[in-house]
């Protein structure tokens, strides 16, 4: 699926109701080994914001690029900032799914209870 035509559009941040930028990254096509580490960089760009991740369009992810898209989750987390994905349909939100990975990246997590590691 590496040859699969996907696009990146970032959306500019603006100012969160809490004064952090909230930034949104709009994704279409296919997501794969491919296009990995362009989804990395764009993750990293938004870095220092709250990010929401539109999948309404993609039509294909694979662990390469669901792997991109938790390192995304787990750099916010660390930050105090919130990363959530929207729009999964189709076969995207099945892996989301099938991976048990959903709930953890379509909202906010919990913080951990005292002595205990936050859900990999």
Do not use: Q
């Amino acid at each position: 699926m590496a040859d699969d035509y996907f696009t990146i559009a970032s959306v500019p941040a603006e100012p969160g109701a809490d004064g952090v930028p909230a930034a949104r990254l709009k994704l279409a096509g296919s997501f794969d080994i491919g296009s990995s580490a362009e989804l990395r960089a764009a993750l990293r760009a938004a870095d220092g914001s709250h990010l929401v991740v539109d999948l309404s369009r993609v039509r294909f992810i694979d662990s390469e690029a669901l792997s991109a898209l938790i390192s995304g989750y787990l750099a916010a987390e660390r930050a105090g900032l919130t990363f959530r994905l929207t729009g999964a349909v189709g076969i995207v939100e099945r892996v989301i799914s099938v991976m048990g990975l959903r709930h953890l990246l379509t909202s906010p997590a919990p913080a951990p209870a005292p002595g205990r590691s936050a859900p990999r």
